[in-house]
């Protein structure tokens, strides 16, 4: 079975520019969630989505949204981009809203110049 | 919010030696994982352990929920068992924020 998969693997854009991330979750997994770290340290929760209702919000500004389609797909949108955006975007699955093992993809490397 | 602290940030051995990874967190939680970042950011899942003790080969772990801790052991390390080890936790309430540590940089040398 596929696990997480994620798209694209690595992506350059300029600052104020705006960005789209892609996640597929293992199959069957019905909640997904995203991720970012930068350089050193660990990943930082950004967003929960759960049969396509957000179910949580990290620290993060208005710039960064997301959504959940009906095949449990997800896509995470960064407007306006800043330096301090460029890190590894990781995406997660989990089988429901209550089952809490989370399964990473291989993540999304963005630079920001 | 609650937090996460990982012993020690790095750790340096020689192929074949023992370690043990910690990892304290500030309040009751109902998830804990570990993970290993490869060279390439991918988290691999090594366990899911919000309480008791598991084995998996040459990996161990144990959560004493009641005392907020988690290690990790590795035994006969292998230079392919060096990267980051993560440990992270999430809370009963709310979302499945998962909290990272900072992580344990872990160096094989044959």
């Known amino acids: 079975d596929a696990g997480v998969t994620q798209s694209p693997t690595h992506l350059i854009k300029t600052r104020g520019q705006q960005v789209t991330l892609r996640c597929s979750p293992i199959?069957?997994?019905?909640?997904v969630s995203w991720y970012q770290q930068v350089l050193g340290q660990g990943p930082q929760f950004i967003f929960q989505?759960?049969?396509?209702?957000?179910?949580g919000r990290g620290n993060f500004p208005d710039r960064f949204s997301a959504r959940q389609f009906p095949n449990y797909s997800s896509e995470l949108n960064v407007n306006a981009l800043l330096l301090g955006d460029s890190a590894l975007y990781l995406c997660?699955?989990?089988?429901?809203?209550?089952?809490?093992?989370?399964?990473f993809g291989p993540g999304t490397r963005l630079t920001v110049t | 919010g609650i937090q996460v602290e990982q012993s020690p940030p790095d750790l340096i051995l020689q192929e074949g030696a023992n370690s043990t990874l910690r990892c304290n967190f500030s309040?009751?939680?109902?998830?804990l994982q570990w993970f290993h970042q490869n060279p390439w950011g991918q988290l691999i899942n090594l366990f899911y352990?919000?309480?008791g003790t598991k084995q998996n080969g040459r990996l161990s772990a144990t959560t004493v929920a009641t005392e907020r801790y988690s290690l990790l052991y590795i035994s006969s390390s292998q230079t392919t068992d060096s990267g980051v080890y993560f440990c992270?936790?999430?809370?009963?309430?709310?979302?499945?924020?998962?909290?990272f540590g900072q992580g344990t940089r872990l160096t094989i040398n044959p």
């Open positions: 309040d009751s939680v109902n998830n």
């Open positions: 997660a699955s989990s089988l429901s809203d209550r089952a809490y093992e989370q399964y």
């Open positions: 992270a936790v999430s809370r009963i309430q709310g979302a499945q924020k998962l909290v």
């Open positions: 352990i919000p309480s």
């Open positions: 199959s069957g997994h019905k909640s």
């Open positions: 989505y759960y049969e396509k209702e957000e179910r």
